[in-house]
């Protein structure tokens, strides 16, 4: 997640905190915004990135099946606006399609993290950083050695250009020092640069472009990140660089909060080593960050938290689907006195860590599961039909008066009907269920609800088309607009979620 200086929260969501001004997930602050004027439909948690609204027609879903028209179903959505008679008539003239043997059988519309053309590494090479008195220090060695050389790291980073991570023996520094009892992010950033500078003094190997300094602070160190105590916020790590000879040096912290266990900090560590990799530099050259402009809605749903590993923590969060995994390996035989691996007793068997899925574009577009690796069983949700260009108000979170998204325009007072398509990745073995929720359900959406909605069928199969009816009964004024949210639940209990802005304006 981006705070004011990249800062990450990974691991379970602890502690998060929904507030009114849609700030930084976490109990962070929205980080600050381009200088340029270039991204006047960003908020200030989103450095520049093209937000205006492409054609209304180009993120539409588009049914598979022929026998299933777009047209029809958005036509037979009571024409756009409507009153908030839902007769048997105007039931009747509705498109609700029809189960299908294609998958899936409408075009997801969902969104890609985009590339800003910032450096990627190709060959990130991991330094595992730990105190005295860890008591995992072996295994952490070891899983920095092994998480850039399998396929979980393949499926995760391959699409964005990031080769294999290499690591060993000369990778692993155990400092001589005491951990530091109070220490705070920028002095960390300073130690750390200095360290870098004196490296051959403090036993750290040379830093380079490609390298990942990994600190897994001490259960002991209480670390505050923008200024307040990282563990009371729920931040289980985060990533920067520092400036060293003019070169951009990535670095990756990892808290491990009292009472914090080995797969904590596997899993943290996993969400920013990929990201470090995927977007090292993301303050002043950002890489892959940010939906697309026509994604604001998911932006929102994600309170502006939207690196690749971002994605998945949040979106398919632990009431969501599977979005951590364990990751298994077989370990090296000892090579002798050099240590082939990192000692882990037995050699040369399997060891596994947990780790966070992260976010694939690639899956996401080919209408999977956008959380990769991928999970096991089919994946299933709903796409909106018909959306349009629509404007939200995002000064009341330090963002443009006039952001320009895809969604649904309903004036205060009105009510509008749209149809939503059924789809999945394969057969699901039977119908799964849709239900609206206004915010965040992850968040526990919002105190004092603006609209009212109905869905006319609330299950359905690949191919099946339902229609949301929403009535906007007071206009929140965070962004003269309502973030709705389509949650789909498998029987066999996963689940997506569907964010769609409603704009008042």
């Not at 932006?299 to 690749?308: K, L």
């Amino acid at each position: 997640m981006r705070w004011t200086r990249v800062v990450e929260r990974c691991g379970a969501l602890v502690g998060l905190v929904a507030v009114a001004g849609l700030a930084a997930a976490c109990g962070g602050v929205a980080s600050e915004g381009p200088a340029d004027g270039s991204t006047a439909d960003a908020v200030s948690a989103k450095p520049a990135h093209d937000s205006g609204a492409r054609d209304a027609g180009h993120a539409d879903a588009t049914p598979v099946d022929s026998g299933k028209a777009k047209d029809a179903a958005v036509e037979a959505a009571d024409g756009g606006k409507a009153d908030a008679e839902t007769d048997g008539a105007a039931d009747a003239a509705r498109d609700h399609g029809g189960v299908s043997s294609i998958y899936p059988a409408f075009t997801p519309d969902v969104p890609q993290v985009q590339n800003n053309g910032g450096v990627v590494l190709t060959s990130p090479e991991i330094v595992t950083i730990t105190w005295p008195g860890e008591a995992n220090a072996a295994a952490l060695e070891a899983f920095g050695d092994d998480i850039g050389r399998g396929p979980y790291w393949a499926a995760t980073t391959k699409e964005y250009g990031v080769g294999p991570a290499t690591s060993g023996p000369a990778n692993h520094v155990r400092l001589a020092e005491q951990p530091i009892a109070q220490w705070s992010d920028s002095a960390l950033a300073a130690w750390l640069a200095d360290h870098a500078t004196n490296y051959a003094k403090y036993g750290l190997p040379a830093p380079t472009p490609q390298t990942i300094y990994t600190l897994y602070l001490s259960t002991s160190t209480s670390l505050t990140v923008s200024g307040t105590d990282g563990c009371q916020q729920g931040v289980g790590g985060y990533h920067e660089t520092f400036v060293l000879g003019g070169a951009q040096i990535p670095y990756a912290v990892v808290l491990q909060c009292r009472g914090a266990q080995l797969n904590d900090a596997t899993s943290s560590a996993s969400h920013e080593l990929i990201e470090a990799a995927t977007d090292p530099q993301a303050t002043n050259s950002p890489a892959y960050i940010y939906f697309d402009g026509d994604h604001l809605a998911w932006d929102v749903f994600q309170q502006f938290q939207d690196e690749v590993g971002d994605a998945c923590e949040f979106y398919f969060g632990p009431t969501g689907s599977f979005y951590m995994q364990p990751f298994s390996v077989v370990e090296e035989a000892d090579a002798g006195a050099d240590g082939g691996d990192a000692g882990l007793v037995p050699d040369a068997g399997t060891v596994s860590y947990n780790v966070q899925r992260t976010w694939s574009n690639l899956a996401a577009a080919a209408g999977h599961n956008p959380c990769v690796p991928a999970v096991t069983g089919p994946y299933a949700s709903v796409t909106p039909l018909g959306m349009e260009t629509v404007t939200m108000n995002l000064t009341g979170i330090g963002g443009s008066a006039s952001a320009k998204s895809l969604g649904y325009r309903i004036l205060k007072g009105e009510t509008r009907t749209f149809a939503v398509g059924f789809h999945s990745d394969g057969p699901t073995g039977g119908p799964w269920t849709i239900s609206a929720r206004e915010g965040n359900p992850l968040m526990g959406g919002v105190s004092s609800p603006h609209i009212t909605t109905t869905i006319d069928t609330p299950s359905g199969q690949n191919g099946d088309i339902a229609y949301v009816t929403v009535t906007v009964e007071a206009v929140d004024t965070t962004m003269d607009g309502e973030l709705l949210t389509i949650v789909s639940q498998l029987s066999t209990g996963g689940r997506a979620f569907l964010p769609i802005l409603i704009s008042n304006q």
